[in-house]
């Protein structure tokens, strides 16, 4: 099994800057991949940005968020960030971080999720 517990959510006015972190505990070697999710009220989960466990591989962004957030990992602390810059009242939404295992097609483990409101 893995666990993740994301923090680093909140509050934030339009055009700032916030990074969110996800760690990983458990059954580490599993995971392939990463990533950070959204849900906005009345709208569909969608996926904002994923970067693969692994050093190789490339690292994918939705076109809402391309040139604002930028996804790292610290493999040394099982850590996954999300930096989060010049924030917009549409990104308001309930951030989770999720982790898919090898051999899978879709994420299987999830986090708590964490709301970050984009607001004056």
């Known amino acids: 099994q893995v666990q993740l517990v994301e923090s680093g959510g909140g509050l934030v006015q339009p055009g700032g800057s916030l990074r969110l972190s996800c760690a990983a505990s458990?059954?580490?070697?599993?995971?392939?991949?990463m990533g950070w999710f959204r849900q906005a009220p009345g709208k569909q989960r969608e996926l904002v940005a994923s970067?693969?466990?692994?050093?190789?591989?490339?690292?994918y962004y939705a076109d809402s968020v391309k040139g604002r957030f930028t996804i790292t990992r610290d493999a040394a602390k099982n850590t996954v960030y999300l930096q989060m810059n010049s924030l917009r009242p549409d990104d308001t939404a309930v951030y989770y971080c999720?982790?898919?295992?090898?051999?899978?097609?879709?994420?299987?483990?999830w986090g708590q999720g964490t709301l970050i409101t984009v607001s004056s």
């Open positions: 970067i693969p466990i692994a050093s190789s591989g490339t690292t």
């Open positions: 999720a982790a898919r295992a090898y051999g899978r097609a879709t994420y299987n483990y």
């Open positions: 458990g059954s580490i070697p599993r995971l392939s991949v």
